[in-house]
């Protein structure tokens, strides 16, 4: 059974910065592409950051430059480094492979506030 456990968000004021976790189990981490996503209220759920399983990464354009994906498969754990947060990045963050799966996390709720 795939399971998906996000942490790391919280509150923070904008300029600050969080780093989520991901621990994945289930499927064989190392050979899948990951992703981070999010969905704010009333929004639909979009991909934030993407690495392959060679460690390539790509970046959606809202948060190039100030986040940052990166994964240790020897703990099949995915990370996002997040910096210089804004309001606009206030959502619940899940962590999944980009090909798709069954199922997802709970995810981790980020809210940055003024």
């Known amino acids: 059974q795939v399971q998906f456990v996000e942490s790391g968000g919280g509150l923070v004021q904008p300029g600050g910065s969080l780093r989520l976790s991901c621990e994945v189990s289930g499927i064989v981490f190392r050979i899948y592409s990951m992703g981070w996503y999010r969905q704010a209220p009333g929004k639909q759920r979009e991909l934030v950051a993407g690495?392959?399983?060679?460690?390539?990464?790509n970046y959606a354009n809202s948060v190039k430059g100030r986040f940052t994906i990166s994964r240790d498969n020897a703990k099949n754990t995915l990370y996002l480094q997040m910096n210089s947060l804004n309001v606009e990045d206030t959502a619940v963050y899940y962590c999944?492979?980009?090909?798709?799966?069954?199922?997802w996390g709970q995810g981790t709720q980020v809210t940055v506030f003024s």
């Open positions: 690495i392959t399983h060679i460690g390539n990464t």
């Open positions: 999944n492979p980009t090909g798709g799966s069954p199922g």
